[in-house]
């Protein structure tokens, strides 16, 4: 295991920790994600996001993406993930949405939210594991652990069953952020549009007032349309990555 790897391996637990514990300190014990997301800027993800820049800055780390245009003409691939995203907000507004202030909460939080994750996945392990080994073990190892973290939830929630079907679910669409900062070349769009879907599920989430506490606990069929609803955007990204063996080989140190 290169130094690299060593590095952005201890990034990621620190950053985990600081996800995870400053979400249950913000929150002053469980509560549901919404809650967090509708309440005031929370300070947990421009925090983690503001530790991986220091990382990266101290490191030089400068294939990220963070410093790279979009190919010409990559944009259009975005074309699934957007269909989604507009059909989340315009569900939302039949629903009835949340006032606009709950609304700028939302699309502030998930902006450090899709910076935060995609900085750490798609760039920092992504960039460390790819010098390490083959592209596709490179990108399987990132979507596994996108969606491990994801089932930390609980501690959060305390609910386990929604936490790991939110695991399973962001596994498939860490495959297709993955693909995106791969046939874009930068990380810009990855996060954009990581941060847009996340704006778009939570408004939809609390439109007609349906705020963390007069919801339900999901049961059912209900924690599988996650997985469901992603599995589209999954199969897309294998298509995209389908040449990325001959595309992407494993940088030079």
């Given at each position: 295991m290169n130094r690299r790897l060593l590095l952005a391996l201890g990034a990621f637990v620190i950053w985990t920790a600081l996800t995870v514990i400053g979400g249950r300190l913000r929150a002053g014990g469980e509560a549901e994600l919404v809650e967090g997301m509708i309440h005031g800027v929370n300070w947990v993800f421009p925090a983690a996001a503001a530790f991986l820049l220091a990382v990266v800055a101290w490191q030089r780390w400068d294939d990220l993406g963070l410093k790279t245009a979009p190919a010409a003409g990559s944009l259009r691939l975005l074309w699934l993930p957007a269909l989604y995203i507009a059909a989340f907000l315009v569900l939302g507004a039949i629903l009835g949405l949340p006032p606009l202030g709950v609304i700028a909460f939302v699309l502030i939080n998930t902006f450090f939210v899709g910076l935060s994750e995609e900085l750490?996945?798609?760039?920092?392990?992504?960039?460390?594991?790819?010098?390490?080994?083959?592209?596709?073990?490179?990108?399987?190892?990132?979507?596994?652990?996108?969606?491990?973290?994801?089932?930390?939830?609980?501690?959060?929630?305390?609910?386990?069953?929604?936490?790991?079907?939110?695991?399973?679910?962001?596994?498939?669409?860490?495959?297709?952020?993955?693909?995106?900062?791969?046939?874009?070349?930068?990380?810009?769009?990855?996060?954009?549009?990581?941060?847009?879907?996340?704006?778009?599920?939570?408004?939809?989430?609390?439109?007609?007032?349906?705020?963390?506490?007069?919801?339900?606990?999901?049961?059912?069929?209900?924690?599988?349309?996650?997985?469901?609803?992603?599995?589209?955007?999954?199969?897309?990204?294998?298509?995209?990555?389908?040449?990325?063996?001959?595309?992407?080989?494993?940088?030079?140190?």
């Open positions: 750490m996945f798609r760039g920092v392990l992504l960039q460390a594991l790819r010098h390490s080994l083959a592209i596709w073990p490179a990108i399987l190892v990132t979507s596994l652990l996108f969606g491990a973290i994801h089932s930390l939830n609980v501690f959060t929630t305390g609910h386990l069953l929604p936490a790991v079907m939110q695991s399973g679910a962001a596994l498939l669409s860490g495959l297709l952020f993955i693909a995106i900062r791969l046939r874009t070349g930068s990380l810009w769009p990855a996060m954009i549009i990581h941060g847009l879907w996340d704006f778009g599920t939570f408004t939809l989430g609390a439109a007609g007032g349906q705020m963390a506490g007069r919801e339900a606990a999901p049961t059912g069929i209900q924690m599988l349309l996650p997985l469901l609803l992603v599995l589209p955007n999954a199969l897309y990204a294998l298509w995209l990555l389908r040449h990325v063996g001959r595309t992407h080989a494993r940088p030079e140190d």
